[in-house]
């Protein structure tokens, strides 16, 4: 199993970003797909998530609005565009994939995650 976060970097206040998690090994399709973050000092903290089935999504407070994470089942890649980017976004950025793994086991994985720094 692989996830592989790419797109990070460093922008200025207000700028854009777009992060993608390209993925192999398991059935993408049935995981629910989702975004994390973890600044210095912090705990990690959901972002964003996008369901399995149907394509909901559901963001964290502090970025309604200004981001927007999708998945491309096809390419078994979801992403994640940030916009109006803020110096508090700043962090390194996690995707997360969450299923099923059969007889109701819950199966996670991480990827290795994508620094994103918001400076002037």
């Known amino acids: 199993v692989q996830l592989v976060e790419s797109g990070g970097g460093l922008v200025q206040p207000g700028e854009s970003l777009r992060l993608s998690c390209v993925t192999s090994?398991?059935?993408?399709?049935?995981?629910?797909m989702s975004w994390y973050r973890q600044a210095p000092g912090k705990e990690r903290e959901l972002v964003a998530t996008?369901?399995?089935?149907?394509?909901?999504?559901n963001y964290a407070d502090p970025v309604k609005g200004r981001f927007t994470i999708s998945r491309d089942n096809l390419k078994n890649t979801v992403y994640l565009q940030m916009s109006s980017l803020k110096s508090e976004d700043t962090a390194v950025y996690y995707c997360h994939a969450r299923g099923d793994a059969g007889a109701g086991v819950r199966q996670d994985y991480w990827g290795q995650g994508t620094q994103v720094t918001v400076s002037s």
């Open positions: 996008v369901l399995s089935a149907g394509g909901s999504t």
């Open positions: 090994g398991f059935t993408f399709w049935t995981y629910d």
